[in-house]
Structures are given as C-alpha cells and as structure tokens.
C-alpha cells in the first residue's frame, strides 16, 4: 500500500534547512507560486504551515547541508528572478 503525502505538513521533515520562496497569507497565492516553481524544474516545492504561524510558507527544498541550501537560494535568485532564503533548522 503506497502512502500518498498531504499538499500540506504542519511540521517539516526532510532535512533541516529549508529555502523558502515565499510566505503568503492567502493559500490559494502560496499553491500558485508552488505550481509556477514546479513548471521552473522544482518537483520538491511545497507549501509548509509551521506551528501557530498565519502564513503560507512555500519550501522549494529541504537539506541537511546549508551550503547546498544557499546554493539553491542562488539558483533561484539568478536564473528564475525568485526571491528566496534559507530558514537555518535545527
């Protein structure tokens, strides 16, 4: 039995250091901007809500190593004109 994983994780899992490319208040903005980053080549981008936030926050990918994070943080900032950061974990 395969198990399908929810659009939405009030908890991040994967790796640690999340690149964020978005916080919306509006959850229709968020999917829209998960869509446009999956269309650009990210298969990995969500929409995470993290405890008792108001926010629609979009996760294009999750790392255990910040390096690789900020590499991606760049990649998106210089070829997809995406404003993005890492939220350091741990």
């Not at 964020?20 to 980053?37: H, M, S, Y």
């Amino acid at each position: 039995k395969k198990e399908t994983k929810p659009a939405t994780s009030s908890a991040p899992t994967g790796g640690q250091h999340l690149v964020i490319a978005g916080n919306f208040t509006q959850k229709v903005n968020a999917e829209q901007r998960v869509a446009e980053l999956k269309k650009a080549g990210f298969p990995d981008a969500e929409v995470v809500n993290f405890d008792l936030s108001e926010y629609h926050t979009v996760c294009v990918g999750r790392f255990d190593d910040v390096n690789e994070a900020r590499k991606l943080v760049k990649k998106l900032k210089d070829y997809h004109k995406i404003d993005a950061y890492v939220r350091i974990g741990g």
